[in-house]
């Protein structure tokens, strides 16, 4: 048996998307921290943000990834965190000690363009932001996040992440 896997990185580096496509080709279930929090709370994560700021939210997600990765320490997942946990509480230690961790490396140019191509996307401030203002942003929050990001286990970067290097990582790890 694998070992769980969680992948983090900025918004729109493809935490879901690989996610997803991983735990497929694994045949094991996939899980996104976002809407778990949604399920455990009844609420949207607009609405966690509404009724208690960012605090709140940080705090349910904490609470969230413990309780996941507690009730589920023998089996495998893949686990998409959202881009901020690494970098709030005690999360990266969380989820070191219970999953193998993928960071997600992508240029912020090929990040803005993912968020801007995201015909599905539910994400206040891609809507309201002018290509610069979301480049500043994302470059931003690299500067915020990066030091929490680079403690995970591996890094993919750009074309490195794909099915294939998941695979050799796993292959690695067991």
């Keep these: 048996m694998i070992k769980p896997i969680a992948l983090l990185g900025l918004p729109g580096c493809g935490k879901t998307f690989w996610g997803n496509a991983l735990a497929k080709n694994l045949t094991i279930p996939f899980f996104d921290l976002d809407s778990l929090i949604t399920k455990q709370s009844g609420l949207t994560i607009p609405e966690i943000f509404h ?66 191509n995201d015909k599905e996307n539910h994400r206040p401030l891609v809507k309201k932001s002018t290509g610069v203002e979301l480049m500043q942003f994302i470059e931003k929050l690299l500067a915020e996040r990066k030091s929490a990001y680079e403690l995970a286990d591996y890094m993919l970067v750009d074309d490195e992440i794909s099915i294939s290097n998941f695979k050799k990582i796993i292959k690695d790890i067991k």
Aim: aromatic share 8%; net charge negative; hydrophobic share 35%.
């Design 51 to 116: 009724e208690g700021g960012e605090a709140l939210f940080r705090s349910i997600e904490s609470s969230t990834l413990f309780e996941l990765c507690t009730n589920t320490m023998d089996e495998a997942f893949v686990l998409s965190l959202g881009g901020g946990t690494p970098s709030f509480n005690n999360n990266m230690q969380v989820v070191n000690n219970c999953c193998t961790s993928i960071y997600l490396s992508m240029n912020v140019k090929q990040i803005c363009t993912n968020l801007t």
